[in-house]
């Protein structure tokens, strides 16, 4: 047996992590579409030349990602309504509720948005933050991923760095267009 241990261990093929450890598919795809959302939120109402306002700001995205996760869910109810029965079901509330790290993902910029309006620091500083943070937790959230369905450590690292430039196109954009 430690033979095949060895074996596994010398051709880079990692075992799986036990189901208690791996990301639900659901909270994956919520979470990052979330930080890409809060992203480009963030960068799109940091509006050169207009007054900084970081509150309002702050409302705009936690309310887009609401009205963003609701969607998603009703989305997937209407899907499975087509599929099924037309009956509304609890497991169909589960589903607009199973949107909740959408929401979730955006909660850090609306916190960094919230330390602008608290006089911590300017709101282009929030927005740049804001930016890097959501970047670097895209790198995390894609390694993680990949980790957990069994990659090794360089090909989890690469898919979390292509997971990553979502947010550097994001910062760039954001750049170019101020």
Known sequence: MPERADHV????????????????????????????????????????GDKADPGPDALWVL???LASSAAHGYARVIAQRASVDGA????????????????????????????????????????????????VALFGWGTWAARASGHGWPSSCRAGGMDMLI????????????
């Open 63 to 65: 309310l887009t990602a």
């Open 167 to 178: 947010g550097v196109v994001i910062i760039i954009a954001n750049a170019l267009i101020k």
């Open 88 to 135: 509304a079901t609890v497991s169909r509330w589960r589903l607009v509720l199973a949107e909740w790290p959408l929401v979730a993902a955006v909660l850090p910029a609306v916190a960094m948005l919230l330390a602008a309006v608290a006089g911590w620091w300017a709101e282009a500083t929030a927005v740049d933050v804001t930016l890097l943070f959501n970047t």
């Open 9 to 48: 261990r010398r051709w880079g093929v990692v075992p799986r992590l036990p189901l208690q450890h791996r990301p639900p598919e659901q909270s994956l795809f919520s979470g990052i579409y979330g930080l890409v959302l809060a992203s480009a939120l963030v960068a799109a109402l940091d509006a050169t």
